[in-house]
């Protein structure tokens, strides 16, 4: 039986050695809204997100004996949510539909909150996250909401970490400019 303080690894090893199923619904319990989060950033759209998200915990589950404990836990499930985003992304893309434009996401998504949406700040914010290419999105994602290490973020999106840092200043140069346009100094 698993205890609410065993760490997500832990957990993991008695659902692949013990059979201990319940670990996983932990887990899940644990991740499924950081994972949603994270998937609506990419897509820009709740309903894809919380797709993605589901499919994203299956195929954890489904591939839980392929866990090696090389990474957390952490960094292993937000690789597997990136793939299942760029795979989606993929699918639309070769269905011929448009990249999706800011305009269409602040109107079909529920996220950020309307509140937000009146702060012209972070309105243009939003926006020029939306311009930027998927993997710059990503890695502002998770360095910014996430909080997590550049190393852990070369790991989720498998690049290296002086990779990681220069794409990091990019994003960041790139922000900047984009809120310059739109007439706002930060």
């Not at 894809?48 to 990474?71: I, P, S």
């Not at 990136?82 to 079909?108: F, G, H, P, W, Y």
Request: aromatic residues 8%; positive net charge.
């Amino acid at each position: 039986m698993w205890k609410r303080f065993e760490t997500d690894e832990e957990l993991m090893r008695k659902l692949v050695e013990d059979g201990e199923e319940e670990c996983y619904d932990e887990l899940c319990r644990r991740y499924e809204r950081r994972l949603e989060r994270f998937c609506e950033g990419w897509l820009g759209n709740r309903q894809d997100a919380e797709d993605v998200t589901c499919v994203t915990l299956t195929k954890g589950y489904r591939n839980r004996r392929k866990y090696r404990g090389r990474y957390t836990f952490q960094t292993w499930i937000f690789r597997i949510a990136t793939n299942s985003c760029i795979d989606l992304l993929r699918r639309k893309s070769n269905r011929s539909e448009a990249a999706v434009s800011a305009d269409e996401i602040q109107s079909n998504s529920k996220t950020p909150p309307s509140e937000l949406l009146r702060d012209e700040t972070l309105r243009a914010v939003f926006e020029c996250l939306q311009e930027l290419p998927a993997e710059q999105r990503t890695i502002a994602s998770l360095r910014v909401d996430k909080k997590m290490t550049f190393q852990a973020i070369s790991e989720i999106v498998g690049r290296g970490l002086t990779t990681v840092h220069a794409i990091w200043g990019r994003t960041r140069q790139s922000l900047m400019r984009c809120l310059k346009r739109k007439g706002i100094r930060i």
